[in-house]
């Protein structure tokens, strides 16, 4: 397994603001994920970051909404912008390591007021 | 389209052994995920099954039948720390994982 850290572990923020969310893994990893997570539902899958390249959304979500860096292979940020109530949830990057098993950050809980 | 089920919510006794039920349809099969996810945590792998049969971990077991499209958790001698949701996710022909809503499982002394 790997260390995978992510910061802020939680933040309230005003709405219209932005948060940018760092994870962090201790070892080179070639796929990173974003996922969001709303209280007492299931993973929804934001983004592939990409290595070198731009990240690739799932629908409904957009880069000018979440735009994602993914400078080298131990590191991504996400950025939440122009925030509202309905943004608050948590976000989890992940990684896959060995073939296809993901582990997961410990996330990080956002309240938008 | 894609779809995960599994059962909203269970309840079992200390000691005891729960089974939790997991079908899936999905454009393509590349294997079945359980995660255990305690409140307020992130999920923590549990298992991966891509070939059919029974995986044993101790006391966590985990099931596949591809025909079927059906797989489930089993958990033995059940203790107050297994509270937690258990999510099952099958990974599709594009290697992207998709979420069933998670079974809640509350363990009662």
Same mark, same amino acid.
Not at chain 2, 4 to 22: H, R, Y
Not at chain 2, 69 to 90: F, I, P, V, W
């Given at each position: ?16 603001? +932005? ?28 983004? #592939? ?26 590191? +991504? ?6 925030? +509202?109530?309905?943004?608050? +949830? ?20 956002? #309240?938008?007021? | 389209?894609?779809?995960? *089920?599994?059962?909203? =919510? ?41 070939? *059919?049969?029974?995986? =044993? /971990? ?5 099931? %596949? ?9 089993? %958990?033995? =001698? %059940?203790?107050? /720390? ?9 990974? *599709? ?10 079974? /809640? %499982?509350?363990?009662?002394?």
């Amino acid at each position: 397994s790997a260390v995978i850290s992510q910061k802020p572990s939680r933040d309230i923020c005003q709405r219209g603001t +932005s948060l940018t969310i760092q994870c962090q893994v201790d070892s080179q990893v070639t796929m990173m994920f974003w996922y969001r997570q709303q209280p007492g539902q299931s993973l929804t899958l934001i983004a #592939t970051a990409n290595q070198g390249s731009e990240a690739t959304y799932e629908s409904g979500f957009v880069i000018d909404k979440f735009p994602i860096s993914r400078p080298n292979l131990t590191f +991504s940020t996400l950025t939440v912008s122009n925030m +509202s109530p309905e943004d608050s +949830s948590i976000y989890l990057c992940s990684v896959v390591l060995g073939e296809v098993e993901q582990f997961f950050g410990p996330g990080t809980r956002l #309240t938008v007021l | 389209g894609q779809n995960i *089920d599994q059962p909203t =919510e269970m309840t079992a006794t200390e000691g005891a052994i729960v089974q939790i039920n997991c079908t899936y349809q999905t454009s393509g099969f590349n294997g079945l995920f359980w995660y255990q996810q305690h409140a307020g945590e992130a999920p923590t792998f549990l298992s991966y099954n891509v070939l *059919d049969g029974l995986e =044993e /971990k101790g006391r966590f077991s985990s099931f %596949l039948s591809r025909s079927k499209g059906y797989s489930y958790l089993l %958990l033995k =001698e %059940l203790q107050m /720390k297994d509270s937690a949701s258990y999510l099952c996710a099958a990974l *599709d022909s594009n290697y992207q994982l998709i979420w069933g809503a998670g079974t /809640k %499982l509350i363990i009662k002394p």
